[in-house]
Nanobody, 119 residues
Framework: QVQLVESGGGLVQAGGSLRLSCAASGRTFGSYTMGWFRQALGKEREFVAVHRWSTGSTYFADYADCVKGRFTISRDNAKNTAYLQMNSLKLEDTAVYYC?????????WGQGTQVTVSS
């Protein structure tokens, strides 16, 4: 059974940093696309960042425009874990953050972790 467990959320002041983790079990996820999404209260879930296998045995990362230059997605395949380093946090980054893993028809979601940015 595949499980994704997020951690690292919490309350932080604007301008601060947090690092989210997504620990995966039940598969070896080296070739899976790993991503982060978020959902603010009253809004739809939105894309934040993605980290996927590319040609030439490299990974490719992409970000939503609103987090480019502030957030960094990475993974540690030995630990089957994805990370989202979030710097220079803004009030509008407040949301529940979800980890997503997919490959072909397979797709899995974590339960989410709350990030609250205060002024």
């Amino acid at each position: 059974q595949v499980q994704l467990v997020e951690s690292g959320g919490g309350l932080v002041q604007a301008g601060g940093s947090l690092r989210l983790s997504c620990a995966a079990s039940g598969r070896t996820f080296g070739s899976y696309t790993m991503g982060w999404f978020r959902q603010a209260l009253g809004k739809e879930r939105e894309f934040v960042a993605v980290h996927r296998w590319s040609t030439g045995s490299t990974y490719f990362a992409d970000y939503a425009d609103c987090v480019k230059g502030r957030f960094t997605i990475s993974r540690d395949n030995a630990k089957n874990t994805a990370y989202l380093q979030m710097n220079s946090l803004k009030l509008e980054d407040t949301a529940v953050y979800y980890c997503n893993i997919r490959r072909g028809p397979e797709e899995y979601w974590g339960q989410g972790t709350q990030v609250t940015v205060s002024s």
